[in-house]
């Protein structure tokens, strides 16, 4: 039974992921051939990320109410499969604006309900979770190389039939996934009131969030920067495909690392290494340096979404996993708010070298505020320690360490 429900969560990765790398790594390129420009597509951007912010925490809740998972799946996959076809009929920057709103409320909520779903049924496993993940990096690099070759033939709009196409598939293999426990509503709300004021919560929250402005609204645009510097769509794909490669072995390995390092410091790795990378696009002289950089992508953000989902599965208590999955991908769409508008404008007004290398200066902001927090858990941690000396308080329940923020 455990090698079917393995096999079971390794296609729902797989095709959720093929749909996302036919569709994101050419989708803000499309916009820009619809005449929008960059500080436009910051403008859908910042939309897209309210809606998902304020919409991603409603559908871990629900899902976390009704304990109904194929229910809200089936929903979330009807609406995007929707709202994707209907995106690809905007023309004016109004409609795309308003139609990418209303798109990301559903999407926003797949990706944290698959991620709650696999915690979930890993139980004791939960490290496994990189392994699993990995099956969606695979997926992302047969969707990002497939339509990075079909494009050059049938266009850029081939991307919305991909995405939906592989959002359906999705959808049916979903519907093999079981209901799980309600919790009463009280010890929901208590629950969640509880977790969002733990400074640990709080701290995490920050760091992502001032992280996630840097990556998306340099990556968000990589795109148009390469084919601004006489790149095309195929190398854009061939770049997405490359980086997605790198990210399986990190996957692969992540509970060995999340053992060893515990959450917080696989994060301070992660952002430590966005710092650098981002730098280094700002430093490129040709578009095909950017082959080379994608390299970088699995050893940056790999260990990035490996500690933080595991972090924020860990804050979480029972019968909130789903909203604490929920919240962490509000505060990431959160992010975009501010990430979408600026960069565009630095792309616009400061050209690529701005971008990057502010962008780069805010990922070491991000390095710092979690380096500062990691000091004063310490110190509180020392402090309990000397209180508790005759206690076995600090035990750990998790198969990874609680070294955290």
């Not at 920057?93 to 698959?114: D, E, H, K, Y």
């Not at 505020?369 to 020392?382: D, E, F, I, K």
Request: hydrophobic share 55%; aromatic share 10%.
């Amino acid at each position: 039974m455990q090698r079917g429900n393995d096999l079971h969560f390794k296609s729902l990765q797989f095709s959720i992921w093929l749909a996302v790398g036919s569709f994101w790594p050419f989708i803000y390129v499309y916009y820009s051939q619809l005449g929008l420009s960059a500080t436009q597509v910051g403008l859908v951007i910042t939309a897209s990320s309210l809606a998902g912010t304020l919409a991603a925490p409603y559908w871990g809740s629900l899902k976390d109410r009704l304990g109904r998972v194929r229910l809200v799946l089936t929903i979330l996959s009807a609406g995007a499969i929707l709202l994707c076809m209907v995106l690809s009929a905007q023309r004016s920057v109004a409609g795309v604006v308003g139609v990418a709103a209303l798109f990301a409320i559903f999407t926003s909520g797949i990706l944290p309900l698959l991620d709650s779903s696999l915690l979930n049924m890993l139980g004791e496993r939960r490290a496994h979770y990189g392994a699993f993940r990995a099956w969606g990096t695979i997926g992302f690099v047969a969707g990002s190389a497939l339509i990075g070759v079909l494009i050059d033939r049938l266009g850029t709009h081939i991307i919305f039939a991909a995405y939906a196409l592989g959002v359906l598939v999705f959808a049916l293999l979903a519907q093999r996934l079981p209901d799980v426990p309600v919790t009463p509503g009280l010890a929901r709300r208590a629950g969640l009131i509880a977790m969002i004021r733990q400074p640990d919560w709080l701290l995490f929250a920050l760091s992502v969030f001032v992280l996630w402005i840097s990556v998306m609204g340099a990556l968000g645009f990589l795109g148009i920067v390469v084919v601004q510097m006489g790149g095309d769509q195929r190398l854009i794909g061939l770049a997405a495909t490359i980086a997605a490669l790198t990210e399986i072995p990190f996957f692969q390995y992540s509970s060995r690392i999340l053992r060893r390092l515990g959450p917080g410091r696989m994060l301070a790795f992660a952002m430590g290494l966005y710092v650098l990378r981002l730098a280094l696009y700002g430093l490129m002289p040709s578009p095909g340096w950017v082959l080379g950089l994608a390299l970088l992508q699995g050893a940056s953000y790999g260990p990035f979404l490996a500690g933080a989902v595991a972090y924020a599965d860990q804050l979480a208590p029972a019968g909130l996993k789903a909203t604490g999955q929920g919240l962490l991908a509000s505060v990431m769409s959160l992010s975009n708010l501010v990430a979408g508008l600026a960069a565009g404008w630095l792309l616009d007004h400061a050209g690529r070298s701005g971008l990057f290398f502010t962008t780069s200066a805010t990922a070491l902001a991000a390095l710092a505020l979690l380096g500062l927090g990691t000091l004063r858990a310490r110190s509180l941690r020392a402090r309990r320690a000397r209180a508790l000396s005759q206690t076995s308080a600090f035990g750990d329940k998790h198969d990874y360490p609680q070294s955290s923020t």
